[in-house]
């Protein structure tokens, strides 16, 4: 079993950042790679961003290349997310995701997720 939380959300104004946390806790083989996903209101959770274990590897959705940055502490069991040049188009709540296999981009491969945290961003 793996336990991910998440924080750091909160509300911003277009062009601000924010920087999520995930803390995660139980069996660290099931959090070799992890994600990032989000929701907005009415649309259905979409990948956002991923990365290994050693960190050799990430991807990002097109939406967030170059803004956002992922990151992990092996050592403290978390992944973060670092959001720059935020816009009112990412506001959702963001989950925290341990990919169990298949590809990465996908929501039903990602076996453990968050409660999530809000982000808003206004305009």
């Known amino acids: 079993q793996v336990q991910l939380v998440e924080s750091g959300g909160g509300l911003v104004q277009a062009g601000g950042s924010l920087r999520l946390s995930c803390a995660a806790s139980g069996r660290s083989s099931s959090t070799v790679r992890m994600g990032w996903f989000r929701q907005a209101p009415g649309k259905e959770r979409e990948f956002v961003a991923t990365?290994?274990?050693?960190?050799?590897?990430?991807a990002y959705a097109d939406s967030v290349k170059g803004r956002f940055t992922i990151s992990r502490d092996n050592a403290k069991n978390t992944v973060s997310l670092q959001m720059n040049s935020l816009k009112p188009e990412d506001t959702a709540v963001y989950y925290c995701?341990?990919?169990?296999?298949?590809?990465?981009?996908?929501?039903?491969?990602?076996?453990?997720w968050g409660q999530g945290t809000q982000v808003t961003v206004s305009s």
């Open positions: 995701a341990a990919f169990s296999g298949g590809s990465y981009f996908s929501r039903s491969d990602y076996n453990y």
């Open positions: 990365i290994n274990w050693s960190a050799s590897s990430t």
